[in-house]
């Protein structure tokens, strides 16, 4: 069970930073990633650091903006995003491979976690 947190109401410019917790399953070697949606579109994929060589790759659309990281001791995923712009309004998700040790998990993120809605506007 993956649970958000960190979401809300910021003036385009701002931060915030989301939180996902995960419980009854340990992301230590596991792909995490963040993805966001607008209601009556397609879930968007933001990030995800891949188990077996630590990298993290982002979306163009947040490239620069957004950073993610993971406390594998706190069995946490962090999503910190600065210079928020008002398209950047959505639900905003955490998401774990099914499988530790797995290479090309960014492929299989499909334990999800409930959202988290922000909102850019001014």
């Known amino acids: 069970l993956l649970e958000e947190s960190g979401g809300g109401l910021v003036q385009p410019g701002g931060s915030l930073r989301l939180s996902c917790v995960a419980s009854?399953?340990?992301?230590?070697?596991?792909?995490i990633g963040w993805f966001r949606q607008v209601p009556g579109e397609a879930r968007e994929p933001l990030s995800c650091?891949?188990?077996?060589?630590?990298?993290?790759n982002y979306a163009d659309s947040v490239k620069g903006r957004f950073t993610m990281s993971r406390a594998d001791a706190q069995n946490t995923m962090y999503l910190q995003m600065d210079n928020l712009k008002p398209e950047d309004t959505a639900t905003y998700y955490c998401?774990?491979?099914?499988?530790?040790?797995?290479?090309?998990?960014?492929?299989?993120?499909?334990?999800w976690g409930q959202g988290t809605l922000v909102t850019v506007s001014s």
């Open positions: 998401a774990a491979d099914t499988v530790q040790g797995r290479h090309g998990g960014c492929a299989y993120l499909e334990v």
């Open positions: 650091i891949s188990q077996h060589d630590g990298i993290t």
């Open positions: 009854g399953l340990t992301l230590d070697r596991r792909a």
